[in-house]
């Protein structure tokens, strides 16, 4: 029965720690590698028509407003087809707004209703 350590297992060798060859119980620990300075990274701004303004994207495409407020990518933007980022763009844009309008309707009745309560607690 053979026992392997940390070093044998490619899997716990590429997350960073490694077993040192002459101390079994020294690891030494791999710094990252960090992420490229913002003004590295290649920026597209795009004129909004329909009068919002202006949205700049990163390589990765659009961000998207989930309904409950987070934030997520499309998956596939590297995939898509000029046509296509267009139409998901134009969808896009009217949806986030949308999606914005209500979260801040929303935070701005819990405010008041936080307000009302207040007042009538003291």
Do not use: C, F, Y
Not at 8 to 25: K, T
Not at 35 to 57: C, Q, R, V, W, Y
Not at 86 to 112: F, H, P, S, W, Y
């Amino acid at each position: 029965m053979s026992t392997s350590g940390p070093s044998d297992n490619p899997a716990l060798a590429s997350a960073g720690n490694i077993e040192s060859q002459g101390d079994p119980n020294h690891i030494q620990t791999q710094t990252p590698l960090p992420l490229p300075a913002p003004e590295d990274a290649s920026t597209n701004k795009i004129d909004m028509s329909s009068g919002s303004g202006s949205i700049s994207m990163d390589h990765l495409g659009p961000l998207v407003v989930n309904k409950d407020g987070t934030l997520s990518r499309i998956s596939n933007w590297a995939e898509m087809s000029e046509i296509e980022k267009r139409n998901t763009m134009r969808i896009l844009v009217k949806r986030n707004q949308i999606r914005t309008d209500e979260l801040k309707a929303v935070q701005a009745q819990e405010g008041t209703d936080a307000e009302r309560r207040a007042e009538e607690g003291s």
